[in-house]
């Protein structure tokens, strides 16, 4: 589902912020991604989601080389990659159902249809009773619940998030990680970038360890609760 071959991205005039990354990711698998602030954790989703082209090798998704993906079928890789982004960048001036819908307006869904996945996605995040709010009146958990939503809203078969616990407590944490861990048990491909521990260590599934924009470690699901430190 997700291949990385000897990737490497380096930005003008700074170090590289990945060097030689190899792993495959199976349809259906979850991982977590973890290392110290400024390992890459970013970089590497930003290039499974096109918004960076690497400096080397090769990014494949669902069997597509993304090196070779014009500009203008970046749209359609995008409409099957949910992405959870950890400040949530909601419209403020749209309320809740109209963040959610964005993804199925762009891909021109009907708004009968659109009504019926909106309404759907949010009552799986626990915000139906929220759709007509607006996203300053909701509180930093419900603000990440709507991003959940509108990422998943187009059910996505892979979904990737970048730090979504940064700014929530822990009990809101473990909730939000027994969702994906929920969606990838109905077959989503789930990637998280995250720096929690202990809360990755409690899930039990598979980790990437990165360091230095490289990759030191690859933790099989079996072990990785007695491996991550």
């Known amino acids: 589902m997700i291949t990385f071959e000897h990737v490497s991205k380096r930005y003008p005039g700074a170090a ?3 060097l030689d990354i190899n792993f495959h990711l199976d349809a259906g698998e979850m991982v977590f991604l973890t290392g110290h602030s400024g390992a890459g ?14 400096t080397r090798g090769q990014v494949l998704v669902d069997g597509r080389n993304l090196s070779k993906t014009s500009p203008r079928l970046t ?11 950890q400040d949530h960048k909601l419209l403020s001036d749209k309320t809740v159902f ?21 309404r759907a996605a949010l ?8 759709e007509k709010s607006w996203p300053l009146t909701l509180s930093g ?14 059910m996505p078969p892979i979904l ?3 730090e979504p616990t940064g700014n929530l407590d822990p009990q809101l944490s473990r909730e939000l990680f027994s969702l994906f861990q929920q969606l990838n048990e109905h077959g989503v491909t789930v990637m998280v970038a995250s720096h929690d521990l202990s809360l990755i260590r409690a899930m039990g599934q598979r980790v990437l360890v990165l360091s230095g924009g ?9 072990v990785s609760a007695a491996a991550v430190s």
């Open 123 to 130: 009552d799986k995040v626990g915000l139906l009773s929220k």
């Open 16 to 18: 590289n912020a990945l």
């Open 75 to 85: 749209p359609q890789v995008r409409q099957h990659i949910g992405m959870i982004f």
């Open 98 to 118: 109209d963040n959610v819908s964005l993804p199925l307006i762009i891909a021109g869904m009907r708004y009968a249809d659109i009504k019926k996945r909106v």
């Open 160 to 162: 990737l998030a970048d």
């Open 41 to 54: 954790k970013s970089t590497l989703l930003r290039l499974i989601l096109l918004l960076e082209q690497a």
């Open 141 to 154: 958990g419900e603000q990440q619940r709507v991003g959940i939503a509108r990422a998943i809203v187009g």
């Open 214 to 222: 490289r990759l030191i470690d690859d933790i099989p699901a079996a």
